[in-house]
C-alpha cells in the first residue's frame, strides 16, 4: 500500500511540475533540484544510519516507496513551490504557498510512519518540520546564489 500512495504522490507531483507555467529556467530547476537531491540524500544518511535516530524498513516495496519520497517527492516539491513562489506577487500568497508545500511534506512524513516505512525512535514530526523549513530557505538561497553567479558570469564574459 505504502508504495501505491507514493508512486502516486510522485506521479502527481511530477504533472503538477509539468502543468504549471514555470518562472525558473531548465538549468536552475535543475540546480536546485540537485542542491536538494544531495542535502537530502545525505541527511537522510546521516539520520537513519549513522545516528540511527530514525529506523527505515527493510521491506523491498516500503524502502522503494521511501526512496521515491526522499529522492523524487521532496525535491520536485521545492522546485515545485519555487516556480509558484517567484510567480505570486503578494506576501500572503507567498505565505500561503510556502505553508501549503510543509503541510504536504509533513502529510506524506506522516504517512511514511503510518506505513511504517520510518519509525521514529528518537526523532519527531517537529524535527521533520523545521528539516522541511530548512529545505525551503535553502532551495530559495540557492537559486538567488545561482542567479547572482550567473548575472556575474555575463558582466565579465
Known sequence: MAFAV?????WLVLTLFLVIPKKLSIIENTFV?????VISINWTWIIYEEIKLI???EETME???FLLFRSVIIPMILVTQL???CRANKFTKSLLILSTS?????????????FNMANYI???IGYDAIYYLSLHVIA???LKFFRKSAQSEVKYS
Not at 507514493?6 to 510522485?10: E, T
Not at 533540484?33 to 537531491?37: D, P, T
Not at 510543509?102 to 503510518?114: G, K
Open 83 to 85: 516556480n509558484l513562489l
Open 33 to 37: 533540484f540537485l542542491i536538494i537531491l
Open 6 to 10: 507514493f508512486f502516486f504522490a510522485s
Open 140 to 142: 530559495y538561497y540557492s
Open 102 to 114: 510543509l503541510a504536504i511534506l509533513l502529510l506524506l512524513t506522516f504517512l511514511s510512519t503510518f
Open 55 to 57: 529506523k527505515s524498513t
Open 63 to 65: 524502502y522503494t516507496a
Open 122 to 124: 528518537k526523532w519527531n
